[in-house]
């Protein structure tokens, strides 16, 4: 699997867009970008994922660089309920490793 | 639709006592999958099964730990002994995989865990 690389912590005010990074320079043509989140005390939860192009859902954005060796995950609108351990991933196939993730934290 | 089934949600045991697990997935999912989460990491998996078959056990500590999946539904798993660092978060989940192919999207649904602490 290619390794991620993500900052282990970041803040940002209500009501803003969060904008979380993730470099995975050595991904492969095949794999793709996963995000999911994890609240404290609940099992991850499944966010957004990607291949090569920009994807958006309900809950969020994914943007991914043209040479894919890097991707922002955006929360539009945080609300204090989008606190928690967010993790990139970057796998093919069926199993998902997770690194330590980046803990974001929205204040009021 | 209830998700991905997890019980106990917690579970007090001393060491050397058996633990079990017990995980109910998506109705339809294919793919089961058991990950331990220590304090403060991510979750790493412990093993997979496509349908009632162990197809990824590579991580799963086979002297004390078990695990099955009968009739490829429920799953369980199993510690005997605990000992005090099995302490953590066990989670289950599960997905709707192809079979036999490894390449294009894959999205796990998780479980809300079992935290097993062993005194």
């Known amino acids: 699997d290619a390794k991620t690389t993500q900052p282990p912590s970041m803040d940002c005010a209500e009501g803003r867009a969060a904008n979380l990074p993730c470099n995975h320079s050595t991904i492969s043509g095949n794999e793709y970008v996963y995000w999911y989140r994890q609240i404290h005390s609940q099992g991850p939860q499944y966010i957004i994922h990607g291949l090569k192009n920009n994807e958006t859902n309900e809950m969020a954005s994914l943007i991914i660089t043209e040479d894919r060796k890097s991707s922002t995950l955006i929360l539009p609108h945080a609300t204090l309920r989008d606190t928690a351990v967010y993790y990139c991933i970057v796998r093919l196939g069926l199993e998902l490793s997770f690194g330590a993730g980046t803990t974001v934290t929205v204040r009021a | 639709e209830a998700g991905v089934v997890q019980s106990p949600r917690y579970k007090i045991i001393e060491k050397k006592q058996p633990v079990a697990f017990w995980c109910n997935p998506i109705s339809g999912h294919n793919t089961l999958y058991w990950y331990l989460q220590n304090l403060g990491q991510g979750p790493e998996l412990l093993i997979r099964?496509?349908?009632?078959?162990?197809?990824?056990d590579s991580q799963l500590p086979k002297d004390r730990f078990s695990a099955e999946r009968l009739k490829g539904v429920d799953s369980t798993l199993k510690i005997q002994p605990a000992e005090l660092g099995d302490s953590a978060v066990y989670l289950c989940a599960s997905s709707l995989a192809v079979m036999g192919h490894s390449s294009g999207a894959n999205v796990l649904t998780f479980g809300a865990g079992s935290r097993l602490t062993v005194l």
């Open positions: 099964y496509e349908n009632e078959e162990a197809v990824d």
